[in-house]
């Protein structure tokens, strides 16, 4: 990453050399960390603010988020999404694990939760990082999950 904007808070945005575009620089687990401290129904301007991205930008990237299935946005009749809230929690994913059991691939946890395999890898990491699960590479970028003891 080479290529940079100046922003209107004076800070570089990073361009990928090779698309051009803007990389962003909040990650899915610190969006989804913000949405779960700050609960249900948030709305985008506040999201903004605390990822440092403009109104639009951070529109754009929950939009792309809801698409993949992290969040829920709620309309307030103007026809844009503008509360958000994650559409899966912790404790979903931690329950699971008492129906699948331990050493349990990725795509079985997600198939249990409700939710593709791209959400169920984000939240694992996150609760892996939490100390709550642990991993076990499994071959070929599979991981294994099992629940830790309390």
Not at 75 to 91: A, E, H, T, V
């Amino acid at each position: 990453m080479s290529m940079a904007e100046i922003d209107g808070g004076g800070r570089r945005k990073p361009r990928d050399d090779e698309s051009n575009k803007f990389v962003p620089e909040t990650s899915v687990q610190e969006i989804i960390k913000l949405l779960e401290e700050a609960g249900e129904g948030v709305p985008t301007g506040d999201i903004s603010d605390e990822i440092d991205y403009t109104r639009d930008g951070a529109l754009k990237r929950l939009r792309r988020l809801k698409e993949q299935g992290f969040v829920e946005g709620r309309d307030l009749g103007q026809g844009r999404p503008i509360l958000w809230s994650l559409k899966y929690d912790r404790r979903d994913f931690l329950n699971a694990f008492e129906e699948v059991g331990d050493l349990t691939p990725t795509n079985t946890i997600a198939e249990e939760v409700g939710c593709s395999e791209l959400v169920a890898e984000e939240w694992l990491f996150k609760l892996e990082e939490e100390g709550k699960v642990r991993s076990k590479e499994g071959g070929k970028r599979k991981f294994l999950w099992s629940k830790l003891s309390k």
